[in-house]
């Protein structure tokens, strides 16, 4: 009966048991019994912990020491807190009172002892609050109105994360983003964060639309970060961001530099503006897989965009925009693999794409298809973007967007207006046609989304009609069932009962062979 109990409160339940039986006269053993009990009520009470709110709180923490968590129902941290809390009111047994407070349903009490992210500890004294560190000592910067111009403006870059109390992925960067500012505190990069949910001029100055959102902020400028939430990952972010946007190099080193980049831009030559303007430029693009590089010999003048044995040129005028424009134009390799890893990146360009659907599984017809597309890529650079889709691994994903065709052959993306545009061309000539079509709108897309709605209302129709029907069979069906049960019960009913004289019958019979057998015997002896 008592194993359910912990040690204190068997010791208290026995002890009242037995001392209402040996320690007082017969006629206080009642009396004595109810005391004793309430006492280890009591006592037994002392280790665990207890719900505060705004009606008991006063009364019950006017005396003694109580800890005290305020907890919300949306913190994953707060379960963990919780069950730490009643291993740890066991252990004080009494010498210390825990308490739990639901913040969320209990905001004066949350506001009155300060608390504005969960869980928090507070402790009190004979009713009198006194202040305990919530968490040990941070290098990360807590970033606020107040001090955030300050900090940004200290000469060094920041890496900040915007962060919600609530966020599950928050608390689970929270102790990477700790060991990050423990490893680079004194560097020429710090660490800070931001609780976006009440620091509400700081998220919408920096557009956070999600969290955690991490930002790479120097000068004013700033830079989203979507890279691993790894130490690892981070440290070689910055490492990258730390380093010059511009690479000083000669024939030979740009080679290198060409290996380790997605595209590789190159400034040969050129006036000191037009050296600061590439900079600029350079520096928006800064830790990402694109190289920039100054050119010092061996190199003809000119800028260019490199990738592999592909070189485009800028052919226009020399300004900022203009610029810009060239690096974004040619930020992706000519003609490359579509995949998750740049879909984005391929579908913003601000151009139909159009999509080489082969099998490398088909090494003879994948050759002869890819280097036809890339032929006509390059006439229509101007116009479209030229990718190419492994079949052999997305086959599934294509019939299901694309439909079933044979293979190889193209299709063609518009993501401004969500068009589609399919054809089997498989000739440069007929491709070329085609896609003339696609520029000038005069190809007929495959239906959107949104032209499908009449057919779907329709079919919905259909499908309301033949319910209708069905609900009306429904009784004559249960009526046809109960009658056929009906019947089936009787059959039934009617068998047993035949069945049942039948085996009485051969019972009988039985019997009576049974007797004629012992008489016969019985003669013979």
């Known amino acids: 009966v008592l194993s359910p109990f912990s040690p204190v409160k068997r010791l208290c339940i026995v002890f009242s048991l037995w001392s209402c039986v040996n320690w007082v006269p017969a006629s206080m053993k009642l009396t004595a019994f109810v005391c004793l009990l309430v006492a280890g009520l009591l006592v037994s009470c002392a280790g665990e912990v207890v719900d505060l709110n705004e009606d008991n709180f006063e009364d019950l923490t006017g005396e003694g020491t109580w800890l005290i968590s305020f907890v919300a129902p949306e913190c994953e941290f707060c379960d963990t807190v919780s069950s730490t809390f009643t291993e740890v009111a066991e252990t004080l047994s009494g010498s210390v009172m825990l308490g739990r407070v639901d913040g969320r349903t209990n905001e004066n ?14 402790l009190i004294k004979d009713g009198e609050y006194t ?41 689970r960067l929270h102790p990477v983003w700790e060991k990050l500012a423990t490893t680079l505190k004194g560097g020429n990069v710090g660490i ?3 609780e976006a949910t009440s620091e509400d001029e700081l998220a919408q100055r920096y557009e956070i639309r999600g969290f955690p959102t991490i930002k790479f902020i120097r000068d004013g400028v700033s830079f989203d970060y979507n890279g691993g939430r790894s130490l690892a990952d981070l440290i070689e972010y910055l490492e990258k961001m730390s380093q010059p946007a511009i690479h000083d190099v000669t024939a030979e080193t740009l080679a290198e530099l060409k290996e380790r980049s997605l ?9 000191d503006e037009a050296k600061e303007m590439f900079a600029r430029v350079a520096r928006q693009y800064q830790g990402g897989e694109l190289g920039f590089a100054l050119a010092s010999e061996g190199v ?13 040129v800028f052919e226009e005028t020399l300004s900022e925009e203009a610029l810009s424009e060239f690096v974004k ?10 995949g998750p890893h740049n879909y984005p990146d391929v579908m913003s360009m601000g ?8 099998k490398p599984s088909d090494e003879e017809k994948t050759a002869e298809y890819t280097k036809l597309m890339r032929t006509i890529g390059r006439e229509m650079k101007k116009d479209l973007s030229f990718c190419w889709l492994d079949a052999d691994r997305w086959e599934k994903y294509i019939a299901g967007q694309f439909g079933q065709h044979p293979y190889p052959r193209f299709v063609v993306i518009d993501e401004d207006d969500g068009n589609l545009y399919v054809d089997d061309a498989a000739e440069a000539e007929t491709i070329t046609s ?19 709605e009449p057919e779907r209302q329709e079919v919905k129709k259909e499908a309301e009609e033949e319910e209708e029907e069905v609900k009306e069979l429904v009784p004559r069906i249960r009526a046809c069932m109960r009658d056929h049960v009906e019947m089936a019960v009787g059959g039934v009913a009617l068998a047993g009962l035949l069945l049942g004289f039948l085996l009485r019958g051969c019972c009988k019979c039985s019997k009576a062979q049974q007797e004629k057998k012992k008489a016969q015997t019985k003669k013979e002896k």
């Open 109 to 122: 009490l949350a506001k009155r002892f300060e608390v504005t992210k969960y869980p928090a500890l507070r």
């Open 131 to 171: 202040a305990i560190e919530d968490h040990p000592p941070s290098d990360v910067v807590v970033l606020t109105t107040s001090n955030f111009d300050e900090f940004l403006g200290d000469g060094r870059a920041w890496f900040v994360e915007f962060y919600a109390p609530w966020c599950g992925h928050c608390q």
């Open 192 to 194: 800070g964060k931001v």
């Open 263 to 271: 595209v590789t831009f190159v400034l040969a030559g050129g006036s």
């Open 300 to 312: 003809k003048d000119g800028l260019f965009a490199m990738a592999g044995d592909d070189e485009e």
């Open 329 to 338: 134009a040619n930020k992706l390799p000519f003609f490359p693999e579509l």
């Open 351 to 358: 151009k139909k794409v159009v999509i080489a659907l082969v």
């Open 434 to 452: 085609f896609l003339k079509q696609v520029i000038d709108g005069t190809a007929t897309p495959m239906k959107k989304e949104a032209d499908k």
